[in-house]
């Protein structure tokens, strides 16, 4: 389960953040997912909520986004949402895409500091 590494590897980065600016709290943390990063949403909630037990972060929550697949169409010329995660072709025009553009983000978007 390497969710559980990414929700320490979460924490750490927070911890990072609140020290290096006097050790406020952090109230939240926003993370995006993306549908191809290989991540499991809900694995990584359950590995946020054991990780953060006893430590400073106890009440900090784990808010993610879904990022969907986008993909480029080289005939239309344009990013379209894929259909599915398996999907690579154009919704529009069942073009085979020559990009993904989107879908594969793990990445921390903003932390929610305490005021």
């Known amino acids: 389960m390497h969710e559980l590494s990414i929700a320490?590897?979460?924490l750490?980065?927070?911890q990072e953040e609140s020290s290096r600016r006097g050790g406020v709290a952090v109230e939240a943390i926003y993370v995006r997912i993306g549908a191809l990063s290989g991540v499991v949403p809900e694995a990584l909630v359950s590995s946020y909520e054991l990780a953060r037990e006893k430590t400073a972060f106890e009440n900090c929550r784990?808010?993610?986004e879904d990022v969907?697949?986008?993909v480029y169409c080289p005939k239309c010329q344009?990013?379209?949402a894929s259909k599915s995660p398996e999907f690579y072709c154009c919704p529009e025009c069942g073009m085979p895409a020559s990009q993904i553009v989107s879908g594969r983000e793990l990445q921390i978007r903003a932390l929610e500091l305490a005021a």
Do not use: G, K, N, Q
């Open 8 to 10: 320490l590897s979460i």
């Open 12 to 14: 750490e980065m927070a």
């Open 78 to 80: 344009a990013e379209r």
């Open 68 to 70: 969907a697949v986008v």
């Open 62 to 64: 784990l808010v993610i």
